[in-house]
């Protein structure tokens, strides 16, 4: 059976836990990592992490990007969506086309 | 012109002529493989640009709800009212195959069956903007769930298509001249020791017919 984490700062994650998923909350980036490390090992299919925390971590997002398990989804925080999130999505758009061709319209 | 270091032999020639016949067909199949790929990549990858505005838009508005919340409680209420949660989710990891790319599907089923009975505190110490922000997060989870799954395939799905590009150039651009320009190479060659040998043969022919003319003028002087 698989579970559900949740990494972040307590106050953009701490409403998950009502929905019965585990939430870790973290205080700094180191943290963040080690705790990332250690559900990545257990039975975690998706870590969903604050984006401020991800960001500063692109090494290890990179590696677990390789892996078909865990799914680890950036997810905005309490300051709102600084814009990793779908930068993310644009980025395998290039790598997968070689140019940007979905958000075009954006900018 | 890059050709490869080889014998030019005959049997090397079969060889070659057979590796080429392999890597058009390969290159054949990867190509029509990187296309499909990047059909289903782009449908997902367009779904996924839809879902990820939906639920930041929807986590900002719950973080909102939270904000305020927060600010009318006291932080103990408010995490004392979350530490025990009522609902609680079993993930099931199914794979999909998509061009051979492994991709995880996530079932969820959820312990409490309405939607209303997910709230894991009374409703006397705790404020309304807790309930609205809760809510609106359990509502997002069908769709977070859907993010991840997306989003993790068109991680895979990205690189398994950049693999592939370089696989389809490395053939077209590459491998295949060489393998053309080699077995040209080789037919020239064999063409050209072919042809040197029946000018041999000619000459040779010529001497000898030479010879027989001569030894029959001296037999009939006699």
Same mark, same amino acid.
């Given at each position: 059976m698989y579970k559900i984490g949740v990494i972040g700062d307590y106050d953009s994650i701490c409403g998950f836990s009502a929905l019965g998923l585990d939430t870790f909350p973290v205080k700094n980036i180191g943290e963040a990592e080690e705790i990332l490390k250690k559900l990545s090992e257990l039975q975690y299919a998706i870590i969903y992490i604050t984006e401020y925390y991800i960001e500063k971590m692109p090494k290890l997002f990179d590696k677990y990007?390789?892996?078909?398990?865990p799914a680890i989804i950036p997810i905005p925080s309490t300051q709102g969506a600084a814009g990793f999130g779908i930068n993310n999505v644009k980025k395998y758009v290039e790598q997968a086309v070689g140019s940007d061709i979905i958000f075009n319209d954006n900018n | 012109m890059a050709q490869l270091n080889?014998?030019?032999t005959r049997m090397e020639l079969t060889r070659l002529k057979k590796s080429l016949s392999t890597a058009l067909r390969g290159h054949k199949l990867l190509k029509d493989k990187r296309d499909e790929l990047m059909r289903q990549f782009l449908d997902i990858v367009r779904e996924n640009k839809v879902l990820r505005e939906k639920v930041e838009k929807k986590i900002a508005e719950a973080n909102q709800y939270f904000a305020v919340a927060a600010s009318l409680m006291k932080r103990e209420v408010m995490s004392s009212a979350l530490l025990m949660p009522k609902q609680g989710v079993d993930l099931q990891v199914g794979t999909k195959n998509i061009m051979s790319v492994d991709i995880p599907t996530f079932n969820v089923t959820t *312990?409490?069956?309405? *939607?209303?009975?997910? &709230?894991? &505190?009374? &409703?006397?110490?705790?404020?309304?903007d807790m309930d609205k922000a809760i809510s609106i997060l359990s509502e997002t989870l069908d769709d977070m769930l859907k993010l991840a799954e997306y989003e993790k395939s068109a991680q895979l799905l990205a690189s398994e298509i950049e693999k592939t590009r370089r696989r389809v150039n490395a053939l077209e651009y590459v491998m295949i001249p060489n393998y053309e320009d080699t077995i040209r190479y080789i037919s020239m060659k064999l063409d050209e020791s072919e042809r040197s040998n029946t000018t041999r043969l000619l000459k040779i022919k010529d001497i000898m017919v030479a010879q027989n003319i001569e030894e029959k003028k001296q037999t009939e002087q006699y």
């Open positions: 990007k390789q892996q078909p398990l | 080889v014998n030019p *312990k409490t069956n309405s *939607k209303n009975d997910i &709230y894991s &505190y009374g &409703y006397v110490n705790t404020s309304g």
